[in-house]
Nanobody, 122 residues
Framework: VQLQASGGGLVQAGGSLRLSCTVSGGILSNYTMGWFRQAPGKERDFVGWSGKSGDTYYADSVKDRFTVSRDYVENTMYLQMKSLKPEDTAVYYC?????????????????WGQGTQVTVSS
């Protein structure tokens, strides 16, 4: 299974951006999918997850601003980000979990994308 993250870039504070995570070698509907981010010098932090049944969960820091969705035809997961803040600046990673259940921790995921840089200017 391979994950390809894309869509990062430079955006002004208050702006929006949509990240994509395309799954190859596997079927999106078989996985719980997660988004994480890592700022320079910091640990990789949980952003949100999308369950197989379409349920979602978000970190408090992004709740009501970020939305995870799936396109099963494209085998792609999305992270729609709005009202971006400078503190959202990080490399964003998508991940797939093959085991049952959900996880808020990086160790709970089995496959990772390469990351895409998001930079929010003030």
């Amino acid at each position: 299974v391979q994950l390809q993250a894309s869509g990062g870039g430079l955006v002004q504070a208050g702006g929006s951006l949509r990240l994509s995570c395309t799954v190859s070698g596997g079927i999106l509907s078989n996985y719980t999918m997660g988004w994480f981010r890592q700022a320079p010098g910091k640990e990789r932090d949980f952003v949100g997850w999308s369950g197989k049944s379409g349920d979602t969960y978000y970190a408090d820091s992004v709740k009501d601003r970020f939305t995870v969705s799936r396109d099963y035809v494209e085998n792609t997961m999305y992270l729609q980000m709005k009202s971006l803040k400078p503190e959202d600046t990080a490399v964003y990673y998508c991940a797939a979990r093959t085991r049952p259940g959900y996880s808020w921790y990086a160790v709970g995921y089995d496959y990772w994308g390469q990351g895409t840089q998001v930079t929010v200017s003030s």
